[in-house]
């Protein structure tokens, strides 16, 4: 299994340009999770789909972000327009809940984003 | 609602020497415990889980963890220490009302030589 995919690894922007994440999640997994980590504020939740459709996005920092699961195979995380507090690693996140009734994550390596 | 402690931000210890990193949990209801690591510039791995079944749970490079009802406790040891533990550790409870994870705040393990 080759594990959760990210795509890219670091990403250097400038501020005001858009931002485009993405993640594939483990194969037969319906939960899909997206976090963000700062040394400030620690590991978030932005927002989480079970079987394509977003869940809660009570996470999500403003109306700048934006995430899409257009199939069970796929997923993006949107900025725009991006700002340099911005910056952090983002993290993609599988599961096979609820399927499975097993709760843990599976993670990705995670996108370093730089935004200057 | 559901939330993890984990007591100390910073571990200390020497090559071959015992791990000890603590967390303290509160769940309405019985929960499912995580220790997942995170190597610098890497992602979380999942090291080991308790969903109920033996205390005493077993993981991945060593390590165990004891789940203690009366003690609201899942404490992670592991007997003799190496260089390649060095990394950051997150305790984690699960919340089964929302299907999210609550991550603790992190305990860095460091290893001397």
């Known amino acids: 299994d080759a594990g959760v995919i990210q795509s890219p690894r670091h990403e250097v922007t400038e501020m005001g340009q858009e931002v485009t994440l993405r993640c594939k999640p483990i194969s037969g997994h319906n939960s899909l999770f997206w976090y963000r980590q700062t040394m400030m504020r620690g590991l978030e939740l932005l927002i989480y789909?079970?079987?394509?459709?977003?869940?809660?996005d009570s996470g999500m920092p403003e109306d700048r972000f934006s995430a899409k699961m257009p199939n069970a195979s796929f997923s993006t995380l949107k900025i725009q327009p991006s700002e340099p507090r911005d910056s952090a690693v983002y993290f993609c996140?599988?599961?096979?809940?609820?399927?499975?009734?097993?709760?843990?994550?599976?993670f990705g390596p995670g996108t370093r984003l730089t935004v200057t | 609602a559901q939330s993890v402690t984990q007591l100390d931000s910073h571990v200390s210890v020497s090559e071959g020497t015992p791990v000890l990193l603590r967390c303290n949990y509160s769940?309405?209801?019985?929960?499912?415990l995580f220790w997942y690591v995170q190597h610098p510039n890497k992602g979380l791995q999942l090291l080991l889980k308790?969903?109920?079944?033996?205390?005493l749970v077993k993981g991945i490079n060593g390590f165990e963890a004891e789940f203690k009802k009366s003690e609201t406790s899942f404490h992670l040891t592991k007997p003799s220490a190496h260089m390649s533990d060095a990394a950051e550790y997150f305790c984690?409870?699960?919340?089964?009302?929302?299907?999210?994870?609550?991550f603790g705040t992190g305990t860095r393990l460091q290893v001397f030589p």
């Open positions: 769940s309405s209801y019985s929960p499912s």
């Open positions: 984690v409870v699960s919340d089964r009302d929302t299907d999210k994870l609550i």
């Open positions: 789909f079970n079987n394509n459709v977003p869940i809660d």
């Open positions: 308790y969903t109920s079944a033996a205390t």
């Open positions: 996140a599988s599961s096979s809940r609820p399927t499975s009734g097993s709760y843990e994550q599976y």
